[in-house]
């Protein structure tokens, strides 16, 4: 069985719906990109997925769970995720942001205990933050305070991960490792991703599936070789566009350029 299921989704803001009629399961171990331009519904996808933004139509279910009949504390066990716009103001540090991570865990009655913090503990490490544990947030950069929003999210410990442009502010390297650590934790974890980005190299690159969306319907789903084509992406932007395979890694590259 899946771990995540979208059933006929139906959803947005307004009156007309971001998403329409979207259907999408996400096997655990398994990292699916979601890609497409601004506006497609990829936020949307991952609102509604992490139960945040309610279905006009349709079924959104996480390890067999309707996610409409959650509490929140129950939801929060399954599912974690980083928005867009996560940031953290107040002086807090390091550690007792990402320990925010395990609130799902604890409760009045049961106080944060030796496996609260080796998760927090872990995710600092995941993350390279570890040295910066003791540092106060808001005195951090911004692609520290990213990787903080992801540690947050690792020590939660739930099946899902939703990320959305998780590597916004990251430098080459940070991006690389941090990529590099979700997709372990699917799998050696088990765990299921679901990332939208906008870099479509990134993509092919981190994701097992690519999910492509166009105002708000999937126009393509499977393997990134298969999904990412020249004149299935040009068409898409609005821009000619090449594809070439990486000879080491058999992975797809989207250059800009006319197709030869």
């Known amino acids: 069985m899946p771990l995540l299921e979208l059933h006929d989704v139906v959803a947005g803001y307004g009156p007309v719906p971001t998403l329409d009629g979207l259907t999408l399961a996400v096997d655990a171990g398994t990292v699916v990109a979601v ?60 550690r007792e942001v990402v320990a925010l991570g395990r609130l799902a865990h604890v409760s009045p009655w049961r106080a944060a205990g030796p496996a609260d913090d080796a998760a927090v503990a872990d995710a600092l490490a995941a993350t390279d933050l570890a040295s910066l544990a003791d540092r106060r947030v808001d005195a951090l950069s911004g692609g520290e305070r990213r ?73 393509a789903d499977g393997p990134p070789a298969a999904v990412l084509t020249a004149p299935r992406l040009s068409a898409l932007f609005g821009l000619a566009l090449r594809v070439v395979a990486d000879p080491e890694r058999g992975v797809p590259i989207v250059v800009p350029g006319a197709t030869p």
């Not at 799998?187 to 105002?215: I, M, Q, S, Y």
């Open 147 to 219: 990787r903080v929003a992801v540690a947050r999210c690792l020590a939660q410990g739930a099946p899902l991960l939703l990320l959305d442009e998780p590597t916004a502010h990251l430098d080459l390297g940070q991006e690389a490792r941090l990529l590099d650590v979700v997709r372990r934790l699917a799998r050696e974890r088990g765990r299921a991703v679901v990332a939208a980005l906008h870099d479509v190299n990134l993509a092919a690159t981190f994701a097992d599936r690519v999910l492509l969306l166009d105002a708000g319907r999937v126009v």
């Open 35 to 94: 890609v497409g331009r601004n506006g497609a519904g990829k936020t949307t996808l991952l609102r509604a997925a992490a139960g945040l933004l309610r279905p006009r139509r349709g079924r959104v279910t996480v390890d067999g769970h309707d996610l409409a009949t959650l509490s929140v504390r129950a939801a929060a066990r399954l599912v974690s995720g980083v928005p867009q716009d996560d940031a953290v103001e107040a002086p807090f540090r390091v």
